[in-house]
T-cell receptor, first 111, second 111 residues
Framework: GEDVEQSLFLSVREGDSSVINCTYT??????LYWYKQEPGAGLQLLTY?????DMKQDQRLTVLLNKKDKHLSLRIADTQTGDSAIYFC???????????FGRGTSLIVHP | DADVTQTPRNRITKTGKRIMLECSQT?????MYWYRQDPGLGLRLIYY???????NKGEISDGYSVSRQAQAKFSLSLESAIPNQTALYFC??????????FGPGTRLTVT
């Protein structure tokens, strides 16, 4: 089955850019997602990208997709302390629309 | 009001007890899911349901059962709780494709 990998921790200084990386194995993935989980809360969709796109930008968020390498990244510009959270990458394979989640990357933003 | 609600939010129970976690949604979605989250392991799918008459096992269904009482309600049962079922449990809903909407989670501790 699909496997989604991401590093577990990232620490950045406030105002810097954060880049969270993810790799997936299923080349037939049609949607790739980034979810954010704040402490004590459920996951919330941040953004997603269709597999036929290379890049998607939404305010401070930039998603880059390299289909050849099956690599997805999320860049957060001007990272704020409020961005501290766990970020999950997820991939949606084929027609089942059941995403496979990575283990989550804990982003810690230092003032 | 929240779109996806879960009850209880926290529960401590003893080994061998039967526990039911409940989920309700007002999104009008047909698809509902139960996940568990463990530190460093991300989200793992327990069961999912694409409509009221459809129930499917996820990757870690052993020790769990579910009931889809209505389009809006999907409950998860632990027939005989054991300590390694201590985790954070999330219910989610989705329409046919893409975004999943998560509840706030139930923190379950089995002693």
């Amino acid at each position: 089955g699909e496997d989604v990998e991401q590093s577990l921790f990232l620490s950045v200084r406030e105002g810097d850019s954060s880049v969270i990386n993810c790799t997936y194995t299923d080349s037939s993935s049609t949607y790739l997602y980034w979810y954010k989980q704040e402490p004590g809360a459920g996951l919330q969709l941040l953004t997603y990208i269709f597999s036929n796109m290379d890049m998607k930008q939404d305010q401070r968020l930039t998603v880059l997709l390299n289909k050849k390498d099956k690599h997805l990244s999320l860049r957060i510009a001007d990272t704020q302390t409020g961005d501290s959270a766990i970020y999950f990458c997820a991939s949606n394979s084929g027609g089942s629309y059941i995403p496979t989640f990575g283990r989550g990357t804990s982003l810690i933003v230092h003032p | 009001d929240a779109d996806v609600t879960q009850t209880p939010r926290n529960r401590i129970t003893k080994t061998g007890k039967r526990i039911m976690l409940e989920c309700s949604q007002t999104k009008g979605h047909d698809r509902m899911y139960w996940y568990r989250q463990d530190p460093g392991l991300g989200l793992r799918l327990i069961y999912y349901s694409f409509d009221v008459k459809d129930i499917n096992k996820g990757e870690i269904s052993d020790g769990y059962s579910v009931s889809r009482q209505a389009q809006a309600k999907f409950s998860l049962s632990l027939e005989s709780a054991i300590p390694n079922q201590t985790a954070l449990y999330f219910c989610a809903t989705s329409d046919r494709a893409d975004e999943q909407y998560f509840g706030p989670g139930t923190r379950l501790t089995v002693t």
